[in-house]
């Protein structure tokens, strides 16, 4: 039973615009620091532009992705691509202990609860000992992230930890972004201790990020 809707080609051009692969550097370099050689997987891959940025590194990547038009459309920009249409709420087309790196940008929101959790241990399941997991969302309390109606599964960056370890993995890096940006000034940075102490970290994160390592 399909419990999570496609993003239609109008929710696709809208929110993709003008972006390219070039958008995704980052995001790849953060899988060479953090993650596992050898074969990568990107889940939810939309228009699989982080999987032609990681593929024109030299990186071994499959996206897989629900959207038929968004899968023709990534195999119509780049012919050398590596895109299969894939349900979330189905068994992932890997073997056990197959998969060195799984990254998850910006999907787990979408999706519903009972299918994240499905989706992670999946991904458990899937990747390598020691294969890394990156995941990548808005923070619950972020204003932006909650006027999306497509968002009907938003974490904090506590209650996401927890669903991941509840999958089996362990969080070894959460690198989220704050709401308030006061600078690098040493007035700046005292400021910036005592909101931290007054407020909670869930509360002043703009994202939920993880980091997390099958062991």
Request: hydrophobic share 40%; net charge positive.
């Amino acid at each position: 039973m399909r419990t999570s809707k496609i993003p239609t080609r109008e929710y696709f051009e809208k929110w993709y615009g003008d972006r390219d692969w070039n958008w995704y550097r980052n995001f790849v370099a953060e899988g060479i620091i953090y993650g596992m050689p050898g074969q990568w997987l990107d889940v939810g891959a939309g228009l699989g532009l982080f999987v032609e940025c990681a593929r024109r590194f030299g990186i071994n990547c499959i996206g897989l992705e629900g959207s038929e038009w968004a899968v023709n459309e990534a195999k119509k920009r780049f012919s050398d691509i590596n895109m299969r249409q894939h349900f979330l709420e189905d068994k992932f087309p890997f073997e056990d202990n197959s998969i060195s790196t799984i990254t998850c940008l910006q999907v787990i929101e979408h999706i519903s609860k009972d299918t994240a959790i499905f989706m992670l241990k999946e991904c458990y399941r899937i990747l390598k000992h020691d294969g890394v997991l990156f995941i990548h969302s808005p923070n619950k309390y972020n204003r932006e992230g909650r006027v999306d109606k497509t968002h009907i599964n938003l974490y904090t960056p506590s209650s996401l930890i927890r669903e991941i370890e509840n999958a089996g993995f362990k969080v070894i890096k959460t690198p989220n972004s704050t709401r308030i940006v006061l600078g690098n000034s040493r007035i700046a940075k005292k400021m910036a201790g005592v909101i931290f102490k007054l407020f909670p970290f869930d509360y002043l994160s703009a994202s939920a990020n993880c980091i997390a390592v099958k062991h």
